[in-house]
């Protein structure tokens, strides 16, 4: 998934973010107020990790970390070539011409040479090189130090749509009721989280050799907290916060889920989660009270989030504990008392959902609907989809290994006693006052405009899969992401940048670079295909260079050789004082990084549902899985026709 660029509530284009506007500062923290900061011990998250301790050296899940190749930084001249080579199918020969010059510019071949000074261009890849070995010093990346913070902290819009994602998981065909299925799979979290507290999950690999796993360490007891100019996230000690946070009818509860907190084994066993969570049904389906529901407040605009933060710690001194119980949770289960059944209705209830029975801030929420059916939502600022993806497999493939838990081999005296050994669940009884009711009232109508305002269009392909693609000897990824180019072509006449997300992982906290999908071999593939004057054969001959182009550029992507992670670092170094050069305030350069087309896969059987929002006000999410035998696509838009693209 791309990083979040966009502007949705105010309409308006960000070009300026990618040329003449300045960056955000990324040097100063997030201005959380002392009423904004958790109440308990929590450890704001760097992206430099303490050294490794020698048990940790040895251990199965750092195998191999310590011999991770650093994040390169490519050749300069190269990133500029194959900048030139991306923009040109979006360009006219005009504008081309223009950013040809501009590019000489920068490398200090234009008319005017620089005399006695490096060019702009030569000076800043050097000092950005200095930086990357600053930081390899420090054990961390050139790019971990800006990153969060550039795509996602600094970034206004609500996360809710325009940067968590979801996954619907796959029906457990034993047809388990809701407290069963969600105790199993908390219990199956549980197990996963210990896997990282021990290091003994093994590491994630491509051709036998490591992944990066940096990211996990942001999978459980960390959160996303609303800043008045930026967010940031706070992570909380896993040996001390063992409870989870659950969420129904716009409710919050708490249980612990050790029986002896001293003792990591003493794990409550699926059948008593089961009790915990019959109980918390009960207590918030007889709750006819009214209480304000505060989960609407992690959906709205990240600047309200953190006015409504500091207005729900003012209503009262007992909101804060509340709500440092709630972000100090391994992870928050939602128990949704809906049971959607359409494709639509299940996608929309994992990704935004009713929005007051969500906390959207969390790392990750695991939602259960009254019907069984399940999936999850994740936050994205620390962590990419692969972790999690792990987790939900992790969790769905022993989940239909294993018993459910159940109540009918328990007569109502043992079910007692169990009961009984247990602390009863918490309610988070938070209190209200005139100026939160505002919020949470602005908040839900906030909220149902987004929602109505989108269109969202989930499409199961059951022709063919990657198998037959294979068969034709093409990479199955990007014969799909030609298919994406067509679409958009044919419905707009035009052909627009377009993200799809490459992982970097392979490399020292590696997080992602951009496949840029658009090429010259895209272009006339999509010419090709609508020029009734063109043969089959010519059509396939130009589909084939299409997609052998595209898979050459991922290629290039994962190995931290395509262009906008190294474009992106020559901006962010250069001082606030110094000139903006050609290159970055030329339209072109805004217009090509602008991604109205926004694209991801994940290819998993164990998902049934996957998508998030489009990244800016005019473009399509689109997330999509290559299976075996079909493809499936999931389309976001604010209006744009998302079923005639699909």
Not at 12 to 24: D, N, Q, V, Y
Not at 131 to 141: I, K, P, Q
Not at 254 to 279: D, G, W
Not at 296 to 322: C, G, M, P, W
């Amino acid at each position: 998934m791309p990083p979040h660029i966009t502007n949705n509530n105010k309409r308006a284009p960000m070009i300026s973010l990618f040329a003449t506007a300045p960056l955000p500062d990324l040097n100063k923290s997030a201005t959380n107020s002392p009423e904004s900061s958790p109440t308990l011990a929590a450890l704001t998250i760097s992206a430099i990790p303490p050294p490794l301790t020698l048990a940790q050296e040895c251990s199965i899940m750092d195998k191999g970390q310590d011999k991770l190749p650093n994040l390169p930084i490519p050749p300069l001249e190269q990133t500029l070539a194959r900048y030139l080579d991306t923009v040109r199918p979006l360009t006219t020969d005009q504008e081309y011409q223009r950013t040809v010059a501009a590019v000489k510019d920068f490398q200090g071949q234009g008319p005017s040479p620089p005399k006695g000074l490096l060019p702009l261009g030569v000076d800043l890849d050097k000092r950005l090189r200095e930086h990357a070995r600053e930081c390899e010093e420090r054990g961390t990346s050139w790019l971990a130090e800006w990153w969060d913070d550039w795509a996602y902290f600094s970034h206004r819009d609500p996360s809710t749509f325009f940067v968590n994602y979801y996954f619907g998981f796959q029906d457990d065909p034993r047809m388990p009721t809701q407290t069963a299925r969600a105790a199993l799979l908390v219990s199956l979290a549980i197990e996963f989280r210990q896997l990282i507290a021990t290091r003994t999950l093994t590491p994630d690999m491509a051709r036998n050799a490591p992944f990066c796993m940096n990211m996990y360490q942001y999978l459980f007891n960390y959160t996303r907290i609303a800043g008045s100019c930026a967010d940031s996230a706070v992570g909380f000690p896993t040996e001390t916060n063992n409870h989870i946070c659950v969420v129904r009818n716009g409710k919050f509860y708490i249980f612990e889920t050790l029986h002896l907190p001293s003792k990591p084994n003493s794990v409550l066993s699926p059948r008593e989660i089961m009790i915990q969570l019959e109980r918390i049904k009960k207590m918030a389906d007889d709750d006819k009270s009214s209480v304000p529901q505060i989960g609407i407040l992690s959906t709205t605009h990240r600047d309200q989030a953190a006015k409504d933060r500091v207005t729900l710690f003012e209503a009262h001194t007992s909101n804060k504990a509340h709500m440092a119980k709630i972000e100090s949770s391994m992870f928050v289960l939602c128990l949704d008392s809906s049971s959607p059944s359409t494709s639509e209705e299940f996608s929309r209830a994992c990704w935004h959902g009713d929005g007051a029975s969500r906390w959207f801030d969390k790392c990750f929420q695991l939602i259960v609907f009254a019907n069984g059916r399940a999936g999850m939502n994740g936050e994205h600022s620390k962590m990419d989809a692969t972790p999690t993806s792990r987790l939900c497999r992790f969790m769905i493939d022993e989940a239909q290994a294993r018993n459910l838990p159940d109540f009918r081999n328990l007569n109502a005296e043992d079910l007692y006693e169990c009961a009984s050994a247990l602390d009863k669940p918490q309610p988070l009884n938070f209190i209200t006052s005139p100026a939160l009711d505002r919020a949470i009232a602005n908040a839900h109508v906030t909220f149902k405009e987004t929602v109505d305002a989108h269109q969202m269009v989930p499409t199961e392909f059951k022709g063919y899969g990657k198998g037959l693609i294979k068969a034709f000897k093409m990479s199955p990824d990007a014969y799909v992401q030609m298919a994406l180019q067509l679409a958009y072509y044919r419905k707009h006449g035009e052909l627009v940048a377009t993200y799809e997300s490459a992982a970097t992982r392979k490399y020292r906290h590696g997080r992602t670079e951009t496949a840029r999908s658009c090429s010259i071999e895209s272009k006339a593939f999509c010419e090709a295909m609508d020029n009734p004057d063109v043969s089959l054969k010519a059509r396939a001959a130009a589909c084939r260079a299409a997609v052998a182009r595209h898979a050459q550029y991922t290629a290039w992507a994962v190995d931290g050789q395509a262009i906008d992670r190294h474009l992106l670092g020559l901006r962010l170094i250069r001082r606030p004082e110094e000139e903006v050069p050609a290159m970055f305030q030329d339209p072109v350069f805004a217009r090509t990084c602008r991604w109205r087309l926004s694209t991801s896969q994940i290819s998993d059987d164990c998902f049934i549902a996957y998508g998030w929002g489009e990244v800016v006000p005019d473009g399509y999410g689109c997330a999509y899985m290559v299976k075996e035998t079909e493809l499936y696509f999931c389309v976001t838009s604010l209006g744009l026709g998302s079923k005639e693209f699909d």
